[in-house]
């Protein structure tokens, strides 16, 4: 039987991991999001950064525009500048903001990106954080 090598092994599950870290951030942007529009706040809106490094605490100004165009893709983060990287190439950059870069997730790390898009229908509540 053919098993596979481990270190491929390895970088499906960094992938799925990195992938999983970005939902999380981009849970926290739809909550920003939300608040902003009850509180019929101006443009732009600082959102959280939402790249592989779950220290990161970069915050990016993004119009609601620009926002809600990253989140009509499931597999697109919005990133700030220079943290496009460090998913070891599970990701490619889609649009050059002034501010932000938006990259698009590739492969496994795709379809987590999917399977946890809060508006894809597959998202519950277990997963979200509540707070
Ligand atoms: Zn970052």
């Given at each position: 039987m053919f098993s596979p090598a481990p270190c491929e092994q390895q970088r499906e599950v960094d992938a799925e991991q990195v992938a999983r870290n970005d939902a999380v951030f981009r849970a926290a942007n739809e909550r920003i999001r939300d608040a902003a529009a009850g509180l019929d706040a101006g443009d732009p809106l600082p959102f959280i950064c939402e790249c592989a490094d779950l220290a990161c605490r970069e915050l990016i100004p993004l119009t609601r525009e620009e926002y809600e165009d990253v989140r009509t893709h499931a597999t697109w983060f919005a990133v700030s500048p220079?943290?496009?990287?460090?998913?070891d190439g599970a990701s490619r950059v889609v649009e050059h903001g002034d501010a932000y870069l938006v990259v698009e997730k590739l492969g496994r790390a795709s379809d987590v990106a999917e399977a946890l898009d809060?508006?894809?229908?597959?998202?519950?509540s277990e997963h979200a954080e509540s707070g």
């Open positions: 220079g943290h496009e990287g460090g998913s809060p508006r894809g229908g597959s998202w519950t």
